[in-house]
């Protein structure tokens, strides 16, 4: 499956939550029109099993399901892809171990340059943020509109903006130059599929 050109980038929050709230909480969000998920969790208990359910459920809505940090568990899985942060690896070990058809998703900050060297080496899509504070991850640090700007300029790959994104400040991101927007507690803080539908809308006006 192909990763989005354009829309809302949904990223699991699983903590403290059963695995059937999480699935149909993802699925809410999928009603809504989000058309890329991410399974991500930092203190998995069976994230095998949850990943292999989240990607049934998302290919229902032909929306490709990626992992987080992890190739390991995107190949146990099956999934359509890996998001790789700074700590997570190589894109082109993952590329080599996923195959050609993955998605692989590179977080490149506020860094124009490691952008441009991700799709060098084959990324699929690159990330930048985070551009708010951020509750999911407080200590993310800040990246600029301005970023996304000259990317956009300087880029064919989908660039996605992460970090605080509701559906109150999004509409400035696009106006910037986001693609996607990923985002967790924008979705699962609210009641979900009013939530994406609220993103959705963004795309549209
Ligand atoms: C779409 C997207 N963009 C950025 C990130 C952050 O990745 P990373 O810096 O590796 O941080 P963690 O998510 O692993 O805490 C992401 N996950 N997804
Ligand atoms: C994973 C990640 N990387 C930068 S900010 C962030 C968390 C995004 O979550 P939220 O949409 O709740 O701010
Ligand atoms: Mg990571």
């Keep these: 499956m192909k990763f989005p050109r354009r829309g809302l980038y949904a990223i699991t ?5 059963t695995l ?17 998920v991410q399974y991500r969790d930092k203190q998995p208990l069976d994230a ?24 390991e568990l995107a190949l146990k899985a099956g999934a359509d ?3 790789l942060g700074k700590d997570d690896g190589d ?4 590329r080599q171990r996923l195959g050609a058809d993955a998605i692989i998703g590179v977080s490149c900050y506020n860094d124009v340059q490691k ?9 699929d899509y690159v990330a930048f943020g985070r551009f708010f504070p951020s509750g999911s991850k407080p200590l993310a640090a800040p990246a600029e509109p ?5 990317a956009k300029q300087q880029l064919k790959l989908p660039i996605v903006a992460i970090g605080g ?14 693609d996607l927007l990923a985002v967790i507690g924008g979705i699962f803080d609210r009641e979900p599929q009013a939530a994406a539908q609220a993103y959705q809308a963004l795309f549209h006006s």
């Design 13 to 17: 929050q699983p903590e403290r939550k």
């Design 20 to 36: 059937a709230q999480i699935l149909r909480e993802v699925e809410a969000a999928l009603k809504g029109g989000a058309v890329a």
């Design 48 to 71: 095998v099993g949850l990943a292999r359910q989240l990607i049934t459920l998302c290919h229902a809505y032909r929306a490709p399901l990626l992992i987080n940090d992890s190739v």
């Design 81 to 83: 892809g890996v998001h």
């Design 91 to 94: 894109i082109a070990d993952a």
């Design 115 to 123: 952008a441009c060297a991700a799709a060098g080496h084959g990324a």
């Design 146 to 150: 301005a970023t996304l700007t000259l």
């Design 165 to 178: 994104i509701l559906p109150e400040n999004g509409g400035q991101i696009i106006a910037a130059g986001a």
